[in-house]
């Protein structure tokens, strides 16, 4: 899925966004955010040079955290994961060992490099502090991306689905939550039961272009595997007239709500009409 299950829709983009800003000065948090809106753009080396920059003036605690893991994120993205871990334990340092998003970091990057049992210790870690937070949203939000993280990372869904049931159970109102578990049975291929969940989402006022447009790459996915083609023409001759109703009402809901994407607007110019 397109969709940022993969640690990639905004509330599982955990960088330096998830450090405390409370003591950074109006210039710093402008850096910050300019940090954090390169790395939602996968701009990765650009997001670290405005992090190297942020840290030469922004030198307070929270400003040393949020440089350090979004540095360690950028990193990551650039399959540096040595570094990503060099940086994640810095954000650590000044943290005293209790920034989450700085043990993510490092347990993503311990992953990649197949070091699996430290991987396991540092999200045990990880766990240990979500389990202390007094902020029950927050302790949600942290659940999801492990589970997110088990998900996509371990391949281990029953850890996956453990932490998001305990995500919902202390945040039932967060459609986030609904969908992610939605995204993870269209992984499965389990397209109804993930229907279930978007019509869920959608009941709880997730009714945005994001929504729609997540909901129309799982009905394109779902005739893609039927069909066994990505090739749009061939898909509008295969699939059957109901078929075709369902994904282009989804995916005409997406840009009237204002969905942008060249893609999504020549499959609706070719099979939509």
Known sequence: M???????AAFFIYTAVSAQ?????????????NGISLLKE?????????FTAMEKSCTTKD?????????????????????????????????????????FQKALAQNKLKQFDAANQTFSKLIALTEKNQDTKARASN????????????????????????AVALDPSNPNYVIQ?????????????????????????????EMYEIRSNA????????????????????????ERDQVCVELKKAISLGLKDMKQDMFASLVCK
């Open 2 to 8: 397109k969709r940022v299950l993969l640690l990639i």
């Open 21 to 33: 800003t409370i003591t950074m000065g109006k210039k710093c948090r402008e850096q910050n955010n």
């Open 42 to 50: 996968k701009k990765y080396q650009e997001a670290i040079d405005a």
């Open 63 to 103: 400003a040393k955290e949020a440089t350090a893991v979004g540095k360690a994120e950028a990193y990551n993205g650039l399959a540096k994961y040595e570094e990503a871990i060099v940086a994640s334990d810095a954000a650590l340092k000044v943290t005293k060992n209790k920034s989450v998003a700085a043990l």
């Open 143 to 166: 659940y999801a991306l492990m589970s997110a993280f088990h998900w996509r990372q371990l391949n281990n869904a029953d850890s996956a689905n453990y932490f998001l049931e305990k």
């Open 181 to 209: 578990k939605g995204d993870m049975l269209c992984d499965e291929k389990k397209y109804d039961e993930a229907f279930v969940q978007y019509d869920k989402a959608v009941e709880m006022g997730k009714a945005d272009a």
């Open 219 to 242: 009905r394109v996915k779902m005739l893609q595997e039927k069909y066994h083609t990505n090739n749009t023409q061939e898909l509008r001759s295969k699939m059957s007239a109901q």
